[in-house]
Nanobody, 124 residues
C-alpha cells in the first residue's frame, strides 16, 4: 500500500525559507510522477510543482517559479520542495501526491495518492 508522509512545515517570516520532504513507500515509483499541491484556508487545493520519478522533467505553478525548487532522492524514496523568498500568500497546507501521469497534471483528479499534509504559515 502506497504511503506518502510529509514533513518540514512550520512558521516562518516573510522572505524566509523552508524545505518540505515527502517520504514515499509501498511500491516502486519508476514511471510515476510526484508533486506538491497546497490548500490555503477556505480555498481549493492547487498545483505547486511536479517531478517525474525517472527523469528531470519538472513543472511549476507560475506563482512559485523562481522561488520554489522541487527535487527527489531516488535512493531514499523522498521528494523535496525547497521554498525560498516565502510570502504570506504561500501560507497553506501542503500536500504530497503521486500520479501515474496522463492528462493535465495540474488537476487534482489526476493524482491517486495523497499524504496527510503539512502546515506552512508565513507571517508578514
Amino acid at each position: 500500500q502506497v504511503q506518502l508522509v510529509e514533513s518540514g512545515g512550520g512558521l516562518v517570516q516573510a522572505g524566509g525559507s523552508l524545505r518540505l520532504s515527502c517520504a514515499a513507500s509501498g511500491r516502486t515509483f519508476s514511471g510515476y510522477v510526484m508533486g506538491w499541491f497546497r490548500q490555503p484556508p477556505g480555498k481549493e487545493r492547487e498545483f505547486v510543482a511536479s517531478i517525474w520519478w525517472s527523469s528531470t522533467i519538472s513543472d511549476y505553478a507560475e506563482a512559485v517559479k523562481g522561488r520554489f525548487t522541487i527535487s527527489r532522492d531516488n535512493a531514499k524514496n523522498t521528494m523535496y520542495l525547497q521554498m525560498n523568498s516565502l510570502k504570506p500568500e504561500d501560507s497553506a497546507i501542503y500536500f504530497c501526491g503521486l500520479s501515474s501521469g496522463g492528462g493535465d497534471l495540474r488537476e487534482t483528479r489526476r493524482w491517486r495518492y495523497w499524504g496527510q499534509g503539512t502546515q506552512v504559515t508565513v507571517s508578514s
